[in-house]
């Protein structure tokens, strides 16, 4: 079946350490979404990427960064200049070629607490 | 600036009764509209998607929501809820150019008393 994958479901780690969160998606879908999703706060969108080998700043980017080296995945690391890293972290991609409606194709999530 | 707005932050219904999340977007919000499912420590899931077609879109578990353009409105009904409704649901407004153009509203969790 195809679908996205995200790992870890569940990252604990201490303040100060980098930390990377896995997904992978089978659907050929052209571009691929991190966003953050907080109590209360709906999705903010973290990094985008339409393309392999090129991607940009969401609307919360400061202390994330993410790479494209294959069409297929898209990992997030968060860093330790992120001020607030505990959060649910979704991935999500789309098509963008005809037939393309707008609809996102979310994973599963992560959850990573700081302590 | 363009803002998608979910009213009420948690609506509580029995279960048999009428489900009625509302939404509300601003006229500058891409023309595309979506409901959203969660269930929790999950992703989510398309509840169904307006594309300019009919204005009353019908879409899974028995969920439906009108586009009332008059009213800028998105609301989201289902005649009966059922426990397993219990869930968050999001409205977001977006385009088919790229997905980065998605605006969420701040989502709203609905419970279901037995």
């Known amino acids: 079946d195809g679908g996205i994958t995200q790992s870890p479901k569940y990252l604990f780690r201490k303040e100060g350490q980098n930390v990377t969160l896995s997904c992978e998606q089978n659907l050929n879908h052209d571009a691929m979404y991190w966003y953050r999703q907080d109590p209360g706060q709906g999705l903010r969108l973290i990094y985008y990427s339409q393309i392999v080998n090129d991607f940009q700043k969401g609307d919360i980017a400061e202390g994330y960064s993410v790479s494209r080296e294959k069409k297929e995945s898209f990992p997030l690391t968060v860093t330790s200049a992120q001020k607030n890293p505990t959060a649910f972290y979704l991935c999500?991609?789309?098509?963008?070629?005809?037939?393309?409606?707008?609809?996102?194709?979310f994973g599963e999530g992560s959850r990573l607490t700081v302590l | 600036a363009q803002s998608v707005t979910q009213l009420g932050s948690h609506v509580s219904v029995s279960e048999g009764a009428l489900v009625l999340l509302r939404c509300n977007y601003s006229?500058?919000?891409?023309?595309?509209l979506f409901w959203y499912v969660q269930y929790p420590n999950q992703g989510l899931q398309l509840l169904l998607k307006y594309t300019s077609a009919a204005t009353l879109v019908k879409g899974i578990n028995g969920f439906e929501a009108e586009f009332k353009k008059s009213e800028t409105s998105f609301h989201l009904t289902k005649p009966s809820a059922h426990m397993s409704d219990a869930a968050e649901y999001f409205c977001a407004g977006g385009r088919n150019t790229g997905g980065f153009k998605t605006i969420f509203g701040a989502g709203t969790r609905l419970f279901v008393k037995a």
């Open positions: 999500a991609s789309s098509p963008l070629a005809g037939g393309n409606t707008g609809e996102l194709f």
């Open positions: 006229s500058s919000v891409p023309p595309y």
